[in-house]
């Protein structure tokens, strides 16, 4: 695609555009933010450096331009950092922005460049780790973000824009350990002193906690090379502990470049290690592909939508359009069903004093899966920024029953008590989701991953390596949402594996779980899903911290890891029942109860045991099998909180058995 560089000068934009070429984007134009004319910002003084934007080393930014040889736009910074948290705008739907905020330049900015170039549809930018800029970035006129730099190990990340030929030299220091005779240096000759830093103070070796800034001057994009004819050092602040200088570009050229040898562009492997070796321990495995099994039966009574409340947690279960089962098909534009939904969603939140922005997470269940792109389309106009974390499938629905949904909402005091992470940019991180994490209380809900390759969200060509993709996606979200909320080590909760209804649930998949402790999971077979991937992994997660009361009665955190407990009951009517737990003290947060066969005899028994503990919500999974009908039956006589019902092809657990019936209670 054809994309406009968000150009500051440093190392990290200048190397983002070497990726992004590498990825056979097209470079049109630069745009650049600035201060006003002579006046220079910087984090340390009493006007506070602009939150976003490198602003040390402007007068610079055009000799970059002319060196990339494209037109560069800029605009002066008259906004302020107005909204400073991890998001931007508002979760109640879509927004202009927010008034007077240092991101509505961005957006004027990029507007600007629209108007030269209509057909630009990203926009480059070297975040490493800032999530204020990224989400940002993401935030204005809906341009695709290309962000090959985000969550790149920055050791390996700083060898490798040297090695690829790109030289730039520090403009600004401001970090312990670095002092005024470190400006003018190159990354090269930079690299043993910030390696020493990092070891002795943690010292960020990319300078992502502002501990240094640079200028590019060289890169393998540059047509012609940077010559800074004229510069002053500027002492800004003097201290022993970190002075802040910078170096004032008083005047520069261009000069030609040699013909010489271009380094080697490192382009991070696709996989890490351990999913390299689950790859390969699903290619050595026997997976099986069944033939599809329809549903030639009934369907079963169908629960309405209803609601409950459980401490700070609201469940709404079985959100659907209010028609009779098998009423004579209306000519109802699906998204007007998809409305029809969030108005019955609503209606139930507001019940309980909630609005939508309080969703934690949110699944969706269409059929068929041809629908996507509408109820998609349809579904995001109701949310803004950090959309709640999302799992969507086909599943068969009783006609003229097109969309299900059920949610999971915390009425949180604030907004910033949910955090999210949402990303939308191109990147080799993990792949852009509808709101992929969503973090309320302890609790984390991560979206479902599928096996798209991040850097060009294509899908992986086969089973093995899309599973080892949803494993990484996971783990790799969770660990970026730890490292900036307490760097905690948590727990899974559950995991559940949706299947195309092409694959045998075999337990392949679970048992390439490592997980301490063991969690309910299952294997469940839907009619299809997103994209025509083979597989989602869905997981909800735990940061094992939790708020206890001491001997002095003050309230105080700690770490408290779950166990897990499985029991198999044989009925007496020859059926099967499978109860797996994952219990914390006397709280049980995730329970699954399988069964097969005949339960009637036994059901009442399990299930008054379970429902002691008051769980908020059951997801009920039945499948076309001939006991199907009559579990439901018993499951509906006893249930006394909100259940979805889902339709599947198949249920399968970890020991390799498969069952008509699986019932999920979740209890925050």
């Known amino acids: 695609m054809k994309y406009v560089a968000l150009l500051s000068g440093g190392k990290d934009s200048c190397f983002n555009l070497i990726h992004c070429h590498e990825n056979g984007h097209q470079l049109v134009a630069a745009a650049s933010l600035r201060p006003e004319p002579g006046k220079v910002k910087l984090a340390t003084s009493d006007e506070i450096d602009s939150y976003m934007y490198q602003t040390v080393g402007q007068d610079a930014v055009e000799l970059v331009a002319k060196a990339l040889d494209v037109p560069l736009y800029r605009r002066v910074i008259s906004g302020d950092a107005v909204q400073q948290g991890s998001e931007y705008g508002s979760r109640a739907g879509h927004d202009s922005g927010v008034k007077g905020d240092e991101t509505e330049d961005l957006h004027e900015l990029l507007v600007q460049v629209l108007e030269h170039h209509p057909d630009v549809q990203g926009v480059s930018v070297g975040a490493i780790l800032s999530n204020y800029q990224r989400v940002r970035v993401e935030h204005v006129l809906g341009l695709i973000p290309l962000s090959y730099l985000w969550q790149r190990d920055q050791a390996e990340l700083f060898s490798e824009m040297i090695e690829a030929g790109l030289t730039a030299v520090l403009i600004k220091v401001a970090g312990i350990g670095l002092t005024p005779k470190h400006l003018g240096k190159t990354l090269a000759e930079m690299q043993p002193t910030l390696t020493k830093l990092n070891s002795l103070y943690g010292l960020h070796v990319c300078g992502e906690g502002g501990e240094y800034e640079t200028l590019t001057i060289d890169c393998p994009l540059f047509k012609s090379r940077i010559v800074l004819e004229e510069i002053e050092t500027v002492i800004h602040s003097d201290n022993d502990f970190a002075t802040v200088a910078y170096l004032r570009v008083k005047k520069g050229a261009l000069e030609p470049k040699p013909d010489i040898v271009q380094g080697a562009l490192s382009i991070p492997p696709l996989l890490e290690d351990p999913y390299i070796d689950l790859e390969a321990t699903l290619k050595g495995s026997h997976i099986e592909f069944s033939s599809p099994r329809e549903w030639t039966g009934s369907f079963p009574s169908q629960l309405p939508p209803s609601s409950h409340k459980r401490g700070n947690w609201v469940a709404v279960s079985n959100v659907h359009r209010s028609v009779p089962l098998g009423a004579p098909a209306a000519d109802l534009p699906i998204s007007e069903e998809v409305e029809e939904c969030f108005s019955i969603l609503k209606n139930e939140l507001q019940s309980h004093g909630l609005l939508l922005e309080h969703c934690a997470n949110i699944n969706v269940f269409i059929s068929p899966m041809s629908l996507f792109a509408e109820v998609n389309k349809a579904y995001t106009r109701f949310f803004g920024t950090s959309p709640p974390a999302r799992a969507c499938v086909a599943t068969s629905l009783p006609w003229p029953i097109r969309v299900r949904m059920d949610v999971i909402a915390h009425a949180e005091e604030k907004a910033s008590n949910r955090q999210a992470l949402h990303v939308q940019g191109l990147s080799y991180w993990a792949p852009a989701n509808i709101g992929p994490y969503s973090q309320a209380s302890e609790q984390l809900f991560v979206s479902g991953q599928i096996g798209l390759t991040p850097r060009d969200l294509t899908l992986a060509n086969s089973f093995p390596l899309q599973a080892a993709l949803t494993h990484q996606h996971v783990a790799r979200v969770i660990k970026a949402v730890s490292e900036t909320t307490g760097s905690w080590d948590g727990f899974p909760q559950l995991v559940l594996y949706w299947m195309d209804k092409a694959m045998n ?8 779980e490592t997980l301490t402790p063991r969690v309910p999971s299952l294997s469940i077979v839907v009619d299809s899903l ?36 499985e029991a198999k009951i044989d009925c007496s009517r020859g059926g099967v029942i499978k109860v797996e737990k994952l219990v914390n003290g006397d709280n049980s947060f995730a329970t699954v109860i399988c069964a097969k066969g005949d339960i009637s005899g036994n059901a009442e028994s399990v299930l008054s045991e379970i429902l002691t503990t008051s769980p908020l919500s059951a997801r009920i999974f039945y499948t076309p099998s001939p006991g199907s009908l009559e579990i439901q039956k018993v499951l509906q006589k006893h249930l006394t909180m909100p259940a979805t019902q889902i339709f599947c092809r198949d249920i399968s657990t970890k020991d390799g058995l498969h069952w008509d019936h699986a019932i999920i209670f979740y209890s925050p």
């Open 530 to 565: 997103p994209k025509n991937a083979q597989v989602e992994k869905q997981v909800l997660f735990h940061t094992g911290r939790c708020e206890i009361i001491d001997e002095e009665g003050e309230a105080v955190v700690e770490t408290k890891m779950p166990a897990f407990s």
């Open 505 to 512: 649930p075999s337990n392949v998949l679970l048992e390439s």
